[in-house]
């Protein structure tokens, strides 16, 4: 599959929309959305044309990052460019989930990268932010609150998003048809391994106390009941609203 320029610009657009930071999209669509691979892989295999097979590859590459989860300033891996330059490239080669989630994992460290340089040059904006406010001055302060940090980060992510997917999809798609066949088999072994690593992780938390009651009843739900995952889900979500709303209406947090 040959990846087009504007379609190489239209990745690098989810993706830097999906990023954490960006107020152009509330935080339910971005960071709890575009951010996981399940959904920037969908998004992208509209993109090119091909949604079913962008959900399937996104998915997968999600399983790892199942758990995942931001503590403080610390973003072990980022599963927004692994999700999205991820997808693109295990479809401009056309292979497989498996060999999609090793071509994404190292791509997901990369981000990483990208965030962590952004978030530096950042710190400059904080300090003409800081003399505009000793200053008084609303409006200075406001701009450069907003505009030149997400020009930066519009950059940041764009554009080696850009370049991966539109110069990058037949260097990659080169590499995987030269590679050995035993090569390709562990590529796909270790895709098989890391799915259960973001599993696990996840089981480990439902376990914890206070959790494990919830995990048995939506297995009742499912096993012995028979319901289909979609009403489970729902089920879910409005039991989630109904005791979030009343825990905190005693005033707990």
């Known amino acids: 599959m040959q ?11 989810v993706y830097y929309l999906g990023e954490v930071g960006t107020p152009w999209l ?30 399937i590859i996104g998915a997968s590459i999600n399983l ?31 292979v497989g989930p498996s060999v999609a989630i090793s071509i994404a994992m190292p791509l997901g460290l990369l981000g990483t990268l990208i965030w ?19 200053e008084g001055d609303i409006e200075k302060l406001a701009f450069w609150n907003l505009w030149p940090p997400q020009i930066v980060m519009a950059i940041m992510c764009i554009v080696p998003v850009f370049i991966g997917a539109y110069y990058g999809a037949d260097v990659v798609t080169d590499v995987i ?15 098989g391994v890391l799915p259960a690593i973001g599993i ?3 089981l480990r938390q439902i376990t914890r106390q206070g959790s494990l009651l919830y995990f ?3 297995f009742i739900l499912v096993m012995y009941l028979e319901l289909p995952m979609i009403a489970v889900a729902i089920f879910g979500v409005i039991f989630a609203y109904t005791y979030t709303s009343l825990y905190m209406k005693d005033g707990r947090v």
């Open 3 to 13: 990846i087009s320029a504007l379609q190489a610009f239209l990745i690098g657009v």
């Open 64 to 94: 790892p990052y199942i758990a995942f989860m931001n503590v403080g300033g610390a973003a072990p891996s980022n599963p927004g460019l692994a999700g999205t330059l991820g997808t693109a490239l295990a479809m401009a080669a056309g």
């Open 177 to 191: 048809a030269k590679l050995p066949e035993n090569i390709m088999n562990g590529l796909q072994v270790v895709g």
């Open 26 to 55: 509330t935080f339910l669509v971005s960071y709890c959305g575009l951010y996981r691979p399940l959904i920037g892989g969908t998004i992208v295999g509209i993109i090119l044309g091909d949604p079913v097979q962008g959900c």
């Open 116 to 134: 962590i340089a952004h978030m530096s040059i950042d710190v400059l904006f904080v300090h003409v932010c800081d003399k505009a406010a000793a």
């Open 216 to 218: 048995i009843l939506g």
């Open 200 to 202: 696990a992780m996840n």
